[in-house]
């Protein structure tokens, strides 16, 4: 079986998306020009993309977009036209119906920080980090890591839910880096954007 074969076996939902939003992930090697002919083969089909995450990963373009469509469409319908603006098993594509409603509660309720990791590039450290943050409930929004070898700096985005004791999070997190000879912050993302954005607070100052 091809590639493709097995990416719409696994993915493809038989029932149509009827006046619903679906969500569609794209995978493919990095080249100009991928979200352009993505966005097209959506709107083609009377979509409205209304949410979008696009990053390259090692020289792979990874996106994960939601797009609503007015009429009754199946996924393997806007799957294989997302498909046509790649060549033969160029691109991995995947597309189903979004599960969560609009009203939807998010999966914790609290407060966003923003965490920031430095050190040795050790591979223990993103599965200790994401160890601790699951035991204690702590939701990740989102995920970056940069490499300059031999050191890695991991920024996140995270939700702490409200009845947590933030300090108490900050020491245990603080002292479990430390272990690993880690350098660690965890900061309110309003704090973190005040201390690292210039041009909103340039503005500020401004009246």
Same mark, same amino acid.
């Given at each position: 079986?091809?590639?493709? !074969?097995?990416?719409?076996?696994?993915?493809?939902?038989?029932?149509?998306?009827?006046?619903?939003?679906?969500?569609?992930?794209? $995978? %493919?090697?990095?080249?100009? @020009?991928?979200?352009?002919?993505? +966005?097209?083969?959506?709107?083609?089909?009377?979509? %409205?993309?209304?949410?979008?995450?696009?990053?390259?990963?090692?020289?792979?373009?990874?996106?994960?977009?939601? +797009?609503?469509?007015?009429?009754?469409?199946?996924?393997?319908? /806007?799957?294989?036209?997302?498909? +046509?603006?790649? @060549?033969?098993?160029? +691109?991995? /594509?995947?597309?189903?119906?979004? !599960?969560?409603?609009?009203?939807?509660?998010?999966?914790?309720?609290?407060?966003?920080? $923003?965490?920031?990791?430095?050190?040795?590039?050790?591979?223990? %450290?993103?599965?200790?980090?994401?160890?601790?943050?699951?035991?204690? @409930?702590?939701?990740? &929004?989102?995920?970056? $890591? *940069?490499?300059?070898?031999?050191?890695?700096?991991?920024?996140?985005?995270?939700? %702490?839910?409200?009845?947590?004791?933030?300090?108490?999070?900050?020491?245990?997190?603080?002292?479990? *880096? *430390?272990?690993?000879? *880690?350098?660690?912050?965890?900061?309110?993302?309003?704090?973190?954007?005040?201390?690292? &954005?210039?041009?909103? /607070?340039?503005?500020?100052?401004?009246?």
């Amino acid at each position: 079986m091809t590639q493709d !074969a097995q990416n719409r076996n696994a993915f493809s939902m038989p029932e149509p998306i009827d006046g619903r939003r679906c969500v569609i992930t794209v $995978v %493919v090697g990095d080249r100009v @020009g991928i979200l352009r002919d993505v +966005a097209s083969a959506v709107a083609d089909q009377d979509g %409205v993309i209304d949410g979008i995450s696009q990053t390259v990963v090692g020289g792979y373009f990874t996106a994960t977009l939601t +797009a609503a469509f007015p009429g009754a469409v199946a996924p393997e319908e /806007i799957r294989a036209a997302v498909a +046509a603006a790649f @060549g033969p098993g160029e +691109a991995f /594509i995947a597309v189903r119906p979004h !599960a969560r409603a609009a009203g939807d509660a998010p999966p914790v309720a609290g407060a966003r920080y $923003v965490i920031t990791i430095a050190g040795p590039n050790r591979p223990t %450290v993103l599965k200790a980090v994401t160890t601790y943050l699951a035991r204690r @409930g702590i939701n990740i &929004e989102d995920w970056n $890591v *940069m490499f300059d070898e031999p050191y890695v700096t991991h920024v996140g985005e995270i939700t %702490v839910p409200r009845h947590m004791d933030i300090k108490q999070v900050q020491d245990e997190f603080h002292h479990l *880096m *430390m272990q690993l000879g *880690m350098t660690t912050c965890i900061q309110h993302e309003n704090i973190f954007r005040a201390t690292n &954005e210039v041009g909103p /607070i340039t503005s500020l100052l401004k009246g």
